[in-house]
């Protein structure tokens, strides 16, 4: 499935912390329609890419564009409008409001920008989607953990993204947790979405993921199919060291 | 527009117009009073508009205030009519604020507020110190404009301020800092430019405070910098507005007439020990009431809501 256009690409995509490399030298493409696996060992630096993808941080050196067009000058705010939409490693949700409201809140300064009756409108489908519409009115505090990622991912869905950025959407579910969530962003994938997934959990990987891309220490050190990089001996060492390579 | 805002709109108007009576009374104790609720209405109001939703606290009002107290004083020393200096108020009081706002909106809690705090502290030593080198000590604002006329005129500011703060209340704009106060990160990864959003409602709270500094100066006839620029304003109309509760748009009012009336008490009672008694409301309003009498009320229904649904 790697035939589309391009949609987001890396070059050279590096970020410093002082003497410390974070990011060093990220070249990656993400091409329509695809589900991007950005996967390595705690440390080596994805959630750090996905900061510089969606503003959160600029790069030190290095462009980031999307279609063609470079956006790692650009602000968050900015980035958002043109249309890469991400959740949080720690969900983020906006507490003193409703669950209709949060999600609202990417309808209406997302990247495609809806008022009033239509906003409300869209967010409730987008909590459909995510099979939370019977809960519109209740306060986000009352949720359980799952159903507050599934309300930042209708937040940021309901913006309509052009790129999903995902960071570790999947991590800390219970077992029938995950399942309902690895269906929920199968089902996002079918719908023909680009989404980058920031993962920890293997089975998420191999079955949501057309490509991924391996990184250790900050550097690019795979990328292919996940049958492909899960079997590479440097990955492996990656994730597990020298001695049982 | 709904129902319900139709109600809130006609009993606002309602209770203005009775407000608006209040000089025929003809007590001139009652004038006064009525002055003071309805300047500190008009001040803790647009405070809140911009500190309520987004939790930054300005200690900033006296510089605005001071501004606009100054323009108009200013302004009639040099012949301009006074209608005129109102408006040049809040324009100045407007870009004070994005000057601050650009300066000081990036850095978040604490040090906003003593930026804002230290603002206010400068700009009245550069107005004593121009006054130092000019050879004044302060100005006279001479005019023909009584009590009752300046009473009206924050009557009107106030229909101004509640009539902005319910179409912000209902604009993208207001729905925006709502979200910056909840989450200033999601705020900007949901596409919200969060600096501008802060500063137009900032400059908002500036004009409007030093208008109403300009429609105040008449009646001190004789302004000096310490008068004008007084820190005291500042921490009163917090004070006022966290006693009123700042998630509602009548919240402030609900503080300020009866911190008026109390401090009224308290100044005749107790005129040298004001600061300490100030000190003291302070920390009882952040103890005991810590989200305002408007907090107080929407417990009180919630807790009724309850009862009745196990009843």
Same mark, same amino acid.
């Given at each position: 499935m790697t035939t589309g256009a391009t949609v987001l690409s890396l070059r050279g995509a590096t970020k410093r912390f002082g003497g410390l490399v974070?990011?060093?030298?990220m070249d990656f493409d993400v091409t329509e329609h695809e589900v991007l696996g950005l996967i390595g060992p705690n440390g080596s630096g994805k959630s750090t890419t996905l900061n510089l993808i969606s503003g959160a941080l600029r790069p030190t050196e290095g462009t980031i564009s999307l279609r063609g067009t $470079?956006?790692?000058?650009?602000s968050a705010a900015d980035i958002a409008r043109r249309g890469i939409a991400r959740t949080f490693q720690l969900v983020r949700l906006l $507490?003193?409001?409703t669950v209709l409201e949060n999600v609202r809140a990417g309808a209406v300064f997302g990247h495609r920008r809806r008022w009033g009756a239509e906003a409300d409108a869209h967010a409730l489908r987008m909590l459909a989607l995510v099979g939370l519409d019977r809960r519109?009115?209740?306060?986000?505090?009352?949720?359980?953990y799952i159903d507050t990622k599934r309300v930042e991912l209708a937040r940021v869905l309901a913006s309509e993204p052009k790129v999903l950025l995902l960071d570790e959407?999947?991590?800390?579910?219970n077992p029938t947790e995950l399942e309902e969530g690895i269906a929920l962003i199968k089902r996002l994938r079918d719908e023909g979405r680009t989404i980058i997934l920031v993962e920890h959990v293997m089975d998420a990987i191999r079955s949501l993921c057309d490509r991924c891309v391996v990184m250790s220490t900050g550097t690019k050190i795979a990328e292919g199919t996940p049958e492909q990089v899960l079997s590479d001996p440097e990955v492996i060492r990656a994730y597990l060291g020298d001695d049982d390579a | 527009m709904t129902k319900r805002d139709w109600q809130s709109i006609t009993l606002s108007a309602v209770l203005l117009a009775v407000a608006a009576?209040?000089?025929? +009374?003809?007590?001139a104790y009652m004038l006064s009073i009525g002055i003071t609720i309805a300047m500190y209405a008009v001040l803790a109001t647009s405070w809140a508009l911009f500190?309520?939703? +987004?939790?930054?606290?300005?200690?900033a009002t006296a510089a605005f205030f001071g501004l606009g107290t100054y323009t108009t004083a200013i302004g009639i020393e040099n012949g301009l009519n006074y209608w005129v200096t109102l408006p040049i108020a809040a324009v100045l009081g407007a870009v004070l604020a994005v000057l601050v706002g650009l300066a000081t909106l990036r850095l978040s809690g604490v040090y906003f507020v003593i930026f804002t705090l230290g603002l206010a502290e400068l700009v009245r030593q550069v107005v004593t110190w121009g006054q130092n080198v000019s050879g004044q000590k302060g100005l006279y604002v001479l005019t023909d404009i009584t009590e009752v006329h300046i009473y009206w005129q924050l009557l009107v500011l106030a229909a101004i301020v509640y009539l902005t703060g319910w179409a912000i209340g209902r604009s993208r704009l207001g729905f925006a800092l709502r979200i910056i106060g909840d989450d200033e990160e999601v705020a900007r990864h949901s596409g919200i430019n969060t600096s501008r959003a802060k500063i137009l409602l900032f400059m908002v709270s500036g004009a409007t405070a030093a208008v109403v500094g300009s429609v105040l100066a008449p009646r001190y006839i004789y302004i000096e910098p310490a008068l004008a620029f007084t820190p005291m304003l500042s921490f009163l109309v917090v004070i006022m507005a966290l006693l009123g509760g700042t998630?509602?748009?009548?919240g402030p009012l609900v503080g300020v007439i009866p911190f008026t009336l109390l401090w009224e008490a308290i100044s005749a009672s107790f005129p040298n020990q004001t600061t300490l008694l100030l000190g003291l409301s302070f920390l009882v309003i952040v103890y005991l009431?810590?989200?305002?009498f408007v907090g107080l009320i929407e417990s009180g229904k919630r807790k009724l809501r309850e009862r009745e649904a196990f009843a």
């Open positions: 974070a990011v060093n030298d $470079p956006i790692s000058h650009l $507490p003193s409001m519109a009115n209740a306060h986000v505090g009352e949720l359980t959407w999947l991590a800390g579910l | 009576c209040l000089p025929l +009374t003809g007590d500190s309520g939703p +987004t939790h930054y606290i300005s200690m998630g509602r748009l009548w009431l810590p989200r305002g």
